[in-house]
């Protein structure tokens, strides 16, 4: 709780004022507390936001080069990822560079999920959602190398989420089964329930509460507003999407209201 513009500003204000002068100068000074503490917050927030794609970029460099060697193909799928968030300048070059940084021998992967981790502490939401990036990424091929996986682990261990990883991991695959279809085709209701994280055998009520969970855990206006770049919220909103089309296949397939 920022108090020193109150406590200066009634010593001053009772200086030049006596009793009424003191409220004045406690109200300016609650002010410009008030305005110090926003604009810190403000900068912390930015501060955040900086951190979450420059990890996201560098770390996907890193699982890129998992497999042995950076390919063709991961730098089509870090470029297709690029273009999904519309990325263009500085920004571009930004992601460019840490994705670079990423792919180097020295890169200290631990080193970057600690501050990552630090920089989103409490912040339960990001960091499943740049786990969920790392993971798009590592499936992105159509199959997940084992060095790969090893990678993920660490990241979703150091992140707090190793207990969900196998879900979230069975999700996106599903997930990339959906998206690899031809337009048009209905999502295969086994895929639909996998992708929800519901077993068939769920009620209803299961289901629409697990829906409800993961569209408020991948809101893209809450995801921004907790520090995710504004840049990364077309992917948030894809995955919304996805959610929201599993929800529906299975909510046709049972007749559920």
Known sequence: MRIWGKVFGFIIGYMFGRFFGAILGLWLGHAFDRRQGLTSIMRKGSERQAMFFNSTFAVMGHVAKASGRVTETDIRIATMLMDQMKLSGQSRIDAQTAFRQGRQADFDLLKQ????????????????????????????????????????????????????????????????????????????????????????????????????????EHHPDKLVAKGLPEEMMELANTKAQDIQAAYERIKTSRGMR
Do not use: C
């Open 113 to 216: 999920l600690e501050l990552f981790r630090q920089a989103t502490q409490g912040r339960v939401e990001l960091a499943q959602m740049f786990l969920e990036i790392q993971i798009q990424t590592a499936l992105a091929d159509g199959e997940l190398h084992a060095n790969e996986k090893q990678i993920l682990s660490v990241i979703a261990t150091k992140l707090g989420l190793a207990a969900q990883l196998d879900a979230l991991l069975a999700r996106w695959q599903a997930e990339f089964s959906h998206h690899q279809s031809p337009q048009g085709n209905k999502m295969p209701l086994t895929d639909a329930y996998v992708l929800l994280g519901v077993q068939e055998s769920a009620s209803d009520q299961d289901v629409k509460r697990t829906y409800r969970k993961l569209m408020n």
